[in-house]
């Protein structure tokens, strides 16, 4: 296994000598990795003759707007050995999923990845921790006269998402000139940031509601943190993207440093969501216990009860507040 920093004209040249790529990105995919892996999709489709397939775990309905979403493939059928495939967002390769197959007959494999705790697990990797987004990283590779409105769109939608519309520490002066010049191509800054990421359906408000209400803060105020179990799951019929947007709300809140949503995935098992402001790296924490992300946002599978889950996330916490 290499871990290679390859450029785009390497890219584009495995990408013209292939008669058949597969793209996928992360399991349980967030805006950046289907923007990104949509983006790249569209861009080969648009550029190049070679048949391309893309998988995706189930996509939330407001990212239907991006072009050719209705091609992302969710049941990973088998597939004979793709001559080059594409891993994108995703920083080891367990987080594939059903995907990792794919990767592993493929006769060339690429990952292009901005998170720091990537392991290189490609045959070929850019990682790029600099980059607020995938989508950022990706733009990097492109050639601009080679992208059209419907790429651009899914690359500011990637970035709009992974930078909590350009507020997260991870915004940099680069990033807000890629998506300035993603702007140029007719992209619709309301339509992008309003649809896909403040507009939330009357579920998802009450179930925010009702975390902010049920919410704890702890260690002075410095960490405030909300569950949604099994019943309330069942009890609204909620859907994993009826809780978007409740970790950003809950981390807003003012004194507070780092937010924590827990949401119960099976009995005793806790899907952990972080985020924090401006000290705590929560993807360190999160690599902890087996999980991952970045410095402000990151993510973990943790067993257990409530309590001991918060309890044994309080205590790393703590030491480095």
Known sequence: MELLMYNGEELWNWVEGAKRIGIAGHIRPDGDCIGTCL???????????????????????SFRILKNVDDVNSLYPDAAPYDLFIAVDCGDF???????????????????????????YA??????????????????????????????????LAIVHDT????????????????GRLLEYGVSSSKIIDGTFY?????????????????IVALDGKVIFSSVNRKVQALYGLESSDTEGVIDQLRVTKGVEVAILLKEMNPQVWRVSMRS??????????????????????????????????????REIEQRL
């Open 94 to 120: 367990e987080r594939l999923g059903k995907a990792g197959r794919y990767l592993k007959e493929a006769k060339l494999s690429l990952c292009l990845d901005h998170h720091d705790t990537n392991t290189g």
């Open 123 to 156: 045959m070929k990797n850019r990682i790029v921790p600099t980059a607020a987004a995938a989508a950022e990283a990706l733009f990097d590779l492109m050639d601009p006269e080679l992208i059209d409105i419907n790429i651009a769109e899914a690359l500011y």
């Open 277 to 314: 402001c401006t000290s705590v790296n929560v993807g360190e924490i999160c690599m902890k216990f087996g999980g991952g992300g970045h410095i402000r946002a990151a993510g973990c599978i943790m067993n257990g009860s409530m309590h001991d889950v918060i309890n044994a996330l309080l």
């Open 164 to 179: 909590g519309v350009f507020k997260h520490s991870n915004t940099t002066r680069h990033t807000m000139e890629v998506a």
């Open 39 to 61: 983006a790249l999709y569209n861009y080969i489709l648009r550029n190049f003759s070679c048949e391309t397939d893309i998988y995706l775990e189930e996509i939330p309905e």
């Open 199 to 215: 507009e939330k359906t009357y579920l998802q408000n009450q179930i925010l509601g009702r975390c902010l209400m049920e919410s």
